[in-house]
């Protein structure tokens, strides 16, 4: 096989690779999860069992169970737009001094970034005053 052949079955393999490791990354994370709370709901199981057998009352079901995956918590916010602001500053800083014309690309990151620092003080704000009604 020549130089050119090679480089085209490897140029045909990297998107097939990429495309069925990502998919196959994708369903690791779904069936480790299941897996995880198929295992976590048995201990319960088993707990309730011998709670029972032994007459004791029953523990409550652990909040662990009935909450969504891990990763759909929100983030805090506040850590988010700082991280964000200061990207899209970067990056319109370092544009702007290589390169005048391409600067404004850094004002998506910074709008991102202040729109979470928008939402942070709106909820801080909504916090203390439903403190300090009692709400």
């Not at 032994?54 to 759909?72: C, D, F, Q, Y």
């Not at 600067?103 to 203390?128: E, F, H, V």
Request: charged content about 20%; aromatic content about 8%.
């Amino acid at each position: 096989m020549d130089g050119d052949t090679i480089h085209g079955v490897l140029a045909l393999c990297i998107p097939i690779v990429a495309i069925v490791m990502g998919i196959g990354i994708g369903m690791l994370s779904v069936w480790l999860d299941y897996k995880k709370k198929k295992e976590l709901f048995e201990l319960h199981h088993r707990e309730r069992m011998a709670a029972i057998e032994k007459g004791i009352e029953l523990p409550p079901l652990p909040a662990e169970l009935l909450a969504g995956p891990s990763r759909t918590k929100c983030r805090d916010p506040l850590k988010t737009g700082l991280v964000w602001t200061l990207i899209g500053a970067a990056v319109c800083v370092a544009w702007f001094l290589e390169d005048r014309d391409n600067w404004a690309w850094g004002l998506i990151p910074t709008a991102i970034g202040l729109a979470n620092l928008i939402y942070w003080a709106m909820t801080r704000q909504a916090k203390t005053e439903s403190m300090t009604t009692g709400l």
